[in-house]
Each structure stands twice: as C-alpha cells, then as structure tokens.
C-alpha cells in the first residue's frame, strides 16, 4: 500500500452508492490496497463496510465470500465476520468462542453526492465540497470510471489544464487559432488552491455550436481531488473529480 499520509489520510472515491445493492459483495482496490467492500442484507442493517480484503484465519479474499445474517462469510473456511469486522463464528469450532484476534481490518467510510468514499487512515478533513449536488437547479450526471494508463497526479494535471484545449478538443472546447490563456487570480487557503475567471475561447462549448468566451474556476482539493466550473451570463457547468 502507498504510504503518502496525505493520501492515506484523505477521503477517496471507491464505487458508486447504487452499484453496492443489499448483500452484495465486492473487490475493490485503493491506493495499491485491495479491499472488499459490502453492504448487510436488505431488512437485516444493509449497513455498508469496506475492509482490507483479508480472512484473518488463511488468508482468502473475503472478496470471494457472500452475506448471510448481516455477516460477511469468508469462502475458504466459512467464518463469519459481523459488521464490526469481528469474527463471530467459525464454523469448524462452533461452540468455541472466536479468538480477540481474529478481527478483520476495516476502514472508515461515507457516501456523499452519490459515491462511496473510503479513508485508509484518519481522515484529514472531510469529503470534498460540491455544493452543486443539493442544487436543484443542476441536472446531476455520474460519469465514469474510467481508466488511465497514468498517476493519479497527472490525470489532475489534465483536468485542471485548459491550454491543451485547443489541440486536443479541437472544434469543441477550444481552436488553434484561439489558444492564448489570459491572467488569471490564484489564491491558496486552507481548502486548498483555487484558480478563478480563467478566460478561454471556444467554438462549442456546451453542445448548441454556438461558440462563446467561457469563464473557468478551478478548485484543487487534495492531490487527486478537484473541480471546475465554466460559466457563461446563462449556463453553468460544473464538475468534480476523484
């Protein structure tokens, strides 16, 4: 696992909330962690856990496993894991208390805008603000994942990059005839760094053809979390990024 304690210790998007339904269980995988990530069964808690996806016993993936009785089962051994991450039954010794040892690792998580968001540390702070979640005025898109063959900080780096428009989104977000960047304001506080009234021309920036001067704010949260949003005087658009 990456040792970075800022990314440790910061909050990362692992699936969306809707994917993980009453008693289902999977694989997911976190800053080179693999974690197993379930939710208790429906009209028992339907509580949602994310663990190190490890049987203390053998050491199987509980990841393999299933849910019954709001317990995660580890398939090799059957034991029973309730949703304290302790080990409440072993199925070869069932009259034997299970051992203090025998304890899955968990870890903290939350759901926010949608998604499910785990922690492998003590969490710095909370989850990134997108205020545009609670605003009705906004129609909400999920988008994603999708999979880079690059670091996370470089996919940030893309993201927050607007001089590359011209040549990459050629025609939509940006014209190579247009590609100067005018100054902009950055300011750095404790949220972390943002950059605002980021002049860009381009010729379809939201879909109807008609091109417009678009105005660009960016937000970086953490090292791989950040926002933007473009405006016009009628439109705006906004995305945040995990």
């Avoid at 990456?2 to 994917?19: K, M, Q, S, T, Y």
């Avoid at 900080?153 to 607007?162: K, M, S």
């Avoid at 860009?200 to 979390?225: C, H, I």
């Amino acid at each position: 696992m990456l040792d970075d304690p800022v990314l440790v210790n910061d909050w990362h998007v692992v699936a969306r909330a809707g994917e993980i339904a009453g008693g289902e269980v999977r694989a997911v995988r976190l800053l080179g962690q693999d974690l197993v990530l379930w939710r208790g069964a429906p009209g028992v808690s339907a509580g949602l856990s994310v663990w190190q996806d490890l049987c203390r016993h053998r050491g199987a993936k509980l990841s393999g496993g299933r849910v019954a009785d709001d317990c995660l089962i580890c398939p090799y051994h059957g034991w029973q894991y309730d949703s304290s991450g302790r080990c409440v039954r072993i199925p070869a010794h069932p009259a034997q208390p299970p051992p203090a040892r025998a304890q899955a690792t968990t870890y903290r998580l939350t759901e926010r805008y949608g998604l499910i968001w785990a922690c492998l540390g003590t969490p710095a702070g909370d989850v990134p603000a997108f205020p545009e979640a609670d605003d009705g005025s906004f129609r909400k898109v999920h988008a994603g994942p999708y999979l880079f063959k690059a670091l996370g900080p470089r996919v940030i780096e893309n993201f927050l990059d607007v001089g590359h428009f011209p040549f990459v989104h050629a025609g939509f977000l940006g014209d190579p005839r247009h590609s100067e960047v005018g100054d902009y304001e950055v300011e750095t506080a404790a949220g972390g760094i943002t950059a605002r009234d980021i002049a860009v021309w381009q010729p379809d920036p939201d879909g109807t053809g008609e091109s417009a001067k678009m105005n660009y704010t960016y937000r970086v949260f953490r090292p791989l979390a950040a926002y933007f949003e473009k405006r016009t005087e009628q439109q705006r658009f906004s995305i945040i990024n995990s």
